[in-house]
Nanobody
Framework: QVRLVESGGGLVQAGGSLRLSCAAS????????MGWYRQAPGKQRELVAS???????NYAGSAKGRFTISRDNVRRRLYLQMDSLEPEDTAVYYC???????WGQGTQVTVSS
């Protein structure tokens, strides 16, 4: 049974940083592209960043230059380093195994102005 568990969210002031983690179990993690999505209140869930099995990365425009996605295939973990956070980044952040129906439960990120 595939399980994805996010952690690392919290409350931070604008300009601050957070590092999100996603621990994967029950899956051959290294064989799948992985992604971070977020959903703000009243908005649709949107892709923030993704990383392929070969570690090539893709970012939404709002994340470029501020967020860094990475993965550790040995530990089966996905990371999202978020710097220069803005109030507009406030959302629930989810990790997902791309192309599958597997999602974590989400972790709340709140950025105060």
């Amino acid at each position: 049974q595939v399980r994805l568990v996010e952690s690392g969210g919290g409350l931070v002031q604008a300009g601050g940083s957070l590092r999100l983690s996603c621990a994967a179990s029950g899956t051959n993690f290294k064989l799948f592209d992985m992604g971070w999505y977020r959903q703000a209140p009243g908005k649709q869930r949107e892709l923030v960043a993704s990383i392929s099995t070969e570690h090539s990365t893709n970012y939404a425009g709002s994340a470029k230059g501020r967020f860094t996605i990475s993965r550790d295939n040995v530990r089966r973990r996905l990371y999202l380093q978020m710097d220069s956070l803005e109030p507009e980044d406030t959302a629930v952040y989810y990790c997902t195994q791309m192309g599958t129906t597997y999602w974590g439960q989400g972790t709340q990120v709140t950025v105060s102005s």
